[in-house]
């Protein structure tokens, strides 16, 4: 049971282990293994996620988020600004965080104006604003991150390839909350608590390093002495919280990815099909085996990092396992919800295909 409980809890990282097992058995460790490995990006990650970590034990964006919601006054605009809060929260804090943080204040928000019956909804819109929100930067998403650091991709170029989508998922955001009737909501104080000036200063001077690392102003072992060192003195709980599981996902899949790019008939398949149609590839591939396995593997036999980056940014959208954000929220809503998972797969299941054919149209019209 304690190994059936692992699995339900941890499933792409046991997934993960699995497939470098299995491709370890074709590609024996090697020397050439050690080259798998993206080291900046496993550090680039790391780090974000830690002063993140640190940055909600003082309730940084709770707070911040609390005091934007006292400005709603209904339905119509909370789910506005809760969109817009996950959105934008997905860009500085990635995807996964994002939701993490900002998904009990939806809870909250909706719970405490007797609306719980717009949840699914809500959740849907928060997860697809995640993974869309994010991908606009290269520290907005993992597989952004990666693919950035991989191909080294100039810091305005990535930005130009991603603002049409972007700008475009916006849209399509806010016209599915037009769905939303305008409800009046009561006025309600959540704020019991106040932000620690000097923590909070510190922590952003923190977040400050780690996005100049991700843009490679500060080299990543710069960041590396200094981070965990600050937070082991002043919040080592930060450094517990930390993803471990989504670190040991990357590097699990590097391996797999690897292995496979030494498989010479694996190796002529995908660069068979990588050659006719990068974005339908790599944008399907997601639906299968998630966006951040997706870029690590594709990444190994294609130079269109453009037709890539969009591919499985837009492929977080349709299936469960599309992103590992998407499962974050569904464990969320099913823990809260335990009853009503199959009205939740339906909504999310129908909303998320309508994003992915729309964005994927566009995308092949329009942005390639």
Known sequence: MAIVRFFKKYTVFCIAVLAAAITACFVPPDRDYAGYFDWNTLACLFLTLAVVCALRNIKFFSILARRLVKITGNLRTL????ICITFLGSMLIANDMALITFLPLGFLALSAAGMEKYMAYLFVLQNISANLGGMLTPFGNPQNLYLYSYFNIPTGEFCSIMLAPFLLAVGLLILACFFVKPLRLKAEDHLNNKLNKGKTALYLALFAISILIVFRIIPFWAGLAIIPAVLLFIDREALKMVDYMLLGTFFFFFIFAGNLARIDAVNQLLSNLLSKDTLLVSTLSCQFISNVPSAILLSRFTG?????????????????????????????????????????????????????IIMTLASKLFFI
């Open 304 to 356: 269109d990092y453009a037709a890539l980056l969009l591919g499985v940014n837009i492929g977080g959208t349709g299936t469960l396992i599309a992103s590992l954000a998407s499962l974050i929220t569904f464990n969320e809503y099913r823990a809260l919800y335990p009853g009503n998972t199959k009205k939740y797969l339906a909504m999310f299941t129908g909303i998320n295909a309508a994003f992915l």
């Open 79 to 82: 789910f506005l600004m809760l």
